[in-house]
């Protein structure tokens, strides 16, 4: 059993971190989301969304593009095919970890 628990320690840190998991799930269910949809949906502030956000994109998992609507800023997320196959395999981990914790 022990091993098993020792697993957990094979979860992606950078996605594991709560609200980062919040981030790449709700992207993971859209094709791009807008900065304020973000704060709206994860309830973070505008700094903490923006720290999870570049330390994301720094990773290669969201591509962040800013531009103007109007003249009002405007900064449009997407998860990367990076991002996606890291939640995908991170969600695949933790279902596994799961399973062989519970037996």
Known sequence: MTDNLRRVTELDRLIHEPARLLIVTILSSVESADFLFLQRETGLTKGNLSAHLSKLEDAGYVKIHKTFKGK??????????????????YRQQLQSFMEMTTQ
């Open 72 to 89: 009002l800023p405007l900064t449009v997320c997407k998860l990367t095919a990076a991002g996606t196959k890291a939640v995908a395999q």
